[in-house]
């Protein structure tokens, strides 16, 4: 799937060019021919669709691309709105070259993928059950159950690292355990199924 970037900010390309320099992609500047895509990963910024993004997501959608889209300010409800409509994943236009790269893997398999700090405030929103998941974690070793429960309540790798005392390797390798054992994907399917 060819990566395509896309913004009306040269600086936002340039630092997306530097994460993806391993990557073949390529940027185009102007709306015609982002339209014209079929089957691409299509990486852009908020601000160059704003105006149009419903109906501009249905449209590339139905072209089988699977888009990102990265805002300099990222907020949950502009995350939900953003998926509603058709983006694959939402994050900070200038996060971290590793959070670009895990982006476009999770896109590339048809998962969505949001930026961590979202996805902690998104578990967060999610009702507590009454229901018991003891039996869920009778699966887990001390440490994974510690580490599971603390995904649950929405912290990120580097915050269960800090209250642990481990490194964030660590938590992701127990997360990684975690995710296989309980057979789900990612945080928000643990936090569905353990809250």
């Given at each position: 799937?060819?990566?395509?970037?896309?913004?009306?900010?040269?600086?936002?390309?340039?630092?997306?060019?530097?994460?993806?320099?391993?990557?073949t992609f390529q940027s185009i500047d102007d709306l015609a021919s982002l339209k014209n895509l079929q089957n691409c990963l299509i990486i852009m910024n908020y601000s160059s669709c704003q105006k149009e993004?419903?109906?501009?997501?249905?449209?590339?959608?139905?072209?089988?691309?699977?888009?990102?889209?990265?805002?300099?300010?990222?907020?949950?409800?502009?995350?939900?709105?953003?998926?509603?409509?058709?983006?694959?994943?939402?994050?900070?236009?200038?996060?971290?070259?590793?959070?670009?790269?895990?982006?476009?893997?999770?896109?590339?398999?048809?998962?969505?993928?949001?930026?961590?700090?979202?996805?902690?405030?998104?578990?967060?929103?999610?009702?507590?059950?009454?229901?018991?998941?003891?039996?869920?974690?009778?699966?887990?070793?001390?440490?994974?159950?510690?580490?599971?429960?603390?995904?649950?309540?929405?912290?990120?790798?580097?915050?269960?690292?800090?209250?642990?005392?481990?490194?964030?390797?660590?938590?992701?390798?127990?997360?990684?355990?975690?995710?296989?054992?309980?057979?789900?994907?990612?945080?928000?399917?643990?936090?569905?199924?353990?809250?």
């Amino acid at each position: 799937m060819q990566i395509v970037l896309y913004s009306d900010d040269v600086n936002l390309i340039t630092h997306w060019e530097k994460a993806l320099s391993k990557e073949t992609f390529q940027s185009i500047d102007d709306l015609a021919s982002l339209k014209n895509l079929q089957n691409c990963l299509i990486i852009m910024n908020y601000s160059s669709c704003q105006k149009e993004y419903k109906s501009l997501l249905q449209e590339l959608r139905e072209q089988q691309n699977h888009v990102l889209i990265l805002d300099r300010v990222p907020e949950l409800q502009k995350a939900k709105q953003l998926i509603k409509y058709g983006s694959m994943g939402y994050g900070n236009a200038l996060m971290r070259p590793h959070f670009i790269l895990a982006a476009v893997a999770a896109l590339r398999e048809n998962m969505l993928w949001l930026y961590p700090e979202l996805t902690s405030q998104l578990i967060l929103e999610l009702p507590e059950s009454q229901n018991s998941n003891e039996e869920l974690l009778q699966k887990l070793t001390a440490r994974e159950k510690e580490t599971a429960l603390l995904l649950k309540e929405g912290l990120t790798y580097n915050e269960i690292a800090e209250q642990l005392e481990i490194s964030s390797r660590t938590v992701k390798a127990h997360a990684q355990a975690i995710y296989k054992k309980l057979d789900v994907n990612d945080r928000i399917g643990l936090a569905l199924l353990l809250k």
